[in-house]
């Protein structure tokens, strides 16, 4: 990683070639089986099953800005050019809310439409209060995921203005579809990988009955081909997607596509074979994996019968 993210430094994830292509396992290391396997079943399709039609050859991304300081954030900003849409990680352990402020204040004196990711981060009061300082100099698209729970959730959307996403609370959940049934949500954050593929992330966005943004898990190059591919495949496509943080990586397995006029193209993706050798991980490592798709894979089995 550029800088880190997700409190993370180096992203693992495991790659699969089949007869359709490349899929991505990349559930991070510390999901447990029944959570990581999901993952697995979007790997499992992205190598055996071809993607769905496309609508659009191409879509929009957000900028993505970490938890940096504001003196930062120009120079995360101009590795997304043409963006007009900037999602910035608020919320992050160890700092403030002023330090939020002062990040997303910078953003919008760079880019027309803002939105923010807490991650859950907050207590509903907490975002309550941040949502006010937030838009104190400007609008907010969205926020996204600022609480934790469904209800915290649908009681924070009767206190505040702005829009709220959600995220964690779809991908996250035993019901994908309890979010909008309890009035928490305007906006659902959807990911492939997490959802267990292409297919079932549209299945979920045909039934949630509110707007689509599609995201990344921080995947690499083959995963942003999927989410584009889920983007592509959608209806309707109200808002700029989450899918450039690619940009984060300093090295990928493929080249790593910059946006033009805030646009990324939809096509397939292969690895680059000599990426693939430079990036290799560690025996030891390889095993782990291998380990982890014989813990999760009997967990998929009935759904590949």
Same mark, same amino acid.
């Given at each position: ?14 790659? *699969? ?7 991505? /396992? ?27 039609? #496309?609508?659009?050859?191409? %879509? ?29 990680? *608020? ?24 939105? #923010? ?81 292409? !297919? ?12 689509? *943004? *599609? ?34 990586? #300093? ?38 994996? %291998? ?11 009935? !759904? /590949?019968?």
């Amino acid at each position: 990683m550029r800088v880190r993210f997700r409190g993370i430094t180096t992203r693992e994830v495991a790659l *699969v070639e089949g007869p359709a292509g490349w899929g991505e /396992f990349g559930a991070f290391v510390e999901y447990e089986p029944h959570e990581a396997a999901h993952w697995l079943g979007a790997a499992i399709e992205g190598a055996y099953r071809a993607p769905p039609p #496309v609508r659009r050859d191409r %879509i929009p991304i957000n900028a993505t800005v970490p938890a940096v300081s504001a003196e930062q954030v120009p120079e995360v900003l101009a590795r997304f050019p043409g963006a007009g849409t900037a999602k910035v990680k *608020v919320a992050e352990p160890g700092q403030s809310l002023a330090d939020d402020v002062d990040r997303v204040n910078a953003v919008r004196e760079r880019v027309p439409t803002v939105r #923010v990711d807490a991650n859950g981060g907050w207590s509903v009061a907490e975002a309550a209060r941040a949502a006010e300082a937030l838009t104190a100099d400007g609008a907010l698209e969205y926020l996204e995921q600022p609480c934790a729970t469904v209800a915290e959730l649908a009681e924070l959307r009767r206190l505040v203005d702005v829009p709220i996403a959600a995220d964690e609370s779809i991908r996250k959940a035993d019901d994908p579809l309890a979010v909008t049934r309890a009035g928490a949500a305007d906006i659902a954050v959807l990911k492939v990988a997490p959802l267990g593929g292409i !297919s079932k992330m549209l299945a979920v966005a045909e039934q949630i009955g509110i707007p689509v *943004v *599609v995201s990344s898990a921080l995947d690499s190059a083959v995963g942003i081909g999927r989410g584009l591919a889920a983007a592509a495949a959608l209806p309707e496509l109200r808002h700029a997607c989450g899918l450039g943080t690619g940009r984060l990586f #300093v090295d990928d397995v493929a080249a790593s596509a910059v946006p033009v006029d805030g646009y990324l193209p939809v096509a397939p993706v292969r690895p680059d074979p000599q990426r693939l050798d430079a990036l290799r991980a560690p025996s030891t490592r390889r095993q782990w994996w %291998i380990d982890r798709v014989k813990a999760c894979y009997p967990l998929l089995v009935p !759904s /590949f019968e």
